[in-house]
C-alpha cells in the first residue's frame, strides 16, 4: 500500500502532479488569480517558482546517456513525490480560503527540496570527476574497472572486491 502512495514512479504520485497542474491552468482560467492580494499573488508564485523548479531539476539530462546509474537525478526524481502532493493540496486550498498563513506554510515547506538541490547541484558542478554515476552499484560488465575486468562472482554471486585503481 506504501508503494501505492510514496513510489516514485507510481501511477498515483504522476496523477497527483499532473492533476495538480490541470487544477493550476484551471485556476489561471477560471479568474482565480484576480481575487488574490498582493501578498497572497507573492506567495502562490513563489510556491509555483519552487515546484517548476523542482521539476526541471527532475527533468534535466545530469549525466549522458551512456553512464550507467542514476547518479544525484535520483534524489532529484524521489523529490518530486512531496512536490506532487504538496501542489495538490496548495491548489484545492488556495480554491478553498487562500490565507496567507497558509501560503507561507506551502513556502516554507518547498523550502528545504529547494535548498537540497540546490546543494546537490553545487557539489555535482565542484565534482571534477566526471564519471558515471554509481560504478560500483553495478554488476554489468566492467562496471568495477571501466571495461578491462569483468568482475568475478564466484559461488556466492557477490563480485570480488575490484583490483587497486593506478
Not at 496567507?100 to 527540496?113: C, D, G, T, V
Request: charge should be positive.
Amino acid at each position: 500500500m506504501l508503494r501505492l502512495f510514496f513510489n516514485r514512479n507510481s501511477l498515483f504520485v504522476k496523477t497527483a502532479f499532473w492533476g495538480a497542474a490541470l487544477l493550476t491552468v484551471i485556476f489561471f482560467l477560471r479568474g482565480g488569480w484576480e481575487g488574490l492580494s498582493a501578498s497572497q499573488r507573492l506567495l502562490f508564485l513563489t510556491a509555483l517558482a519552487q515546484i517548476l523548479f523542482a521539476k526541471a531539476v527532475d527533468l534535466y539530462p545530469w549525466y549522458p546517456k551512456e553512464a550507467r546509474g542514476p547518479g544525484i537525478q535520483l534524489q532529484f526524481h524521489k523529490a518530486i513525490v512531496p512536490v506532487s502532493y504538496l501542489w495538490l493540496s496548495l491548489i484545492l486550498l488556495i480554491w478553498a480560503y487562500p490565507h496567507p498563513l497558509f501560503l507561507l506554510a506551502y513556502n516554507i515547506l518547498f523550502l528545504p527540496m529547494g535548498m537540497v538541490a540546490c546543494i546537490l547541484i553545487y557539489f555535482h558542478f565542484r565534482d571534477p570527476d566526471r564519471a558515471q554515476p554509481n560504478p560500483l552499484g553495478s554488476l554489468h560488465k566492467g562496471a568495477l574497472t571501466d571495461g578491462k575486468i569483468t568482475p568475478d562472482l564466484g559461488k556466492t554471486g557477490v563480485p570480488s572486491p575490484p583490483p587497486l585503481l593506478q
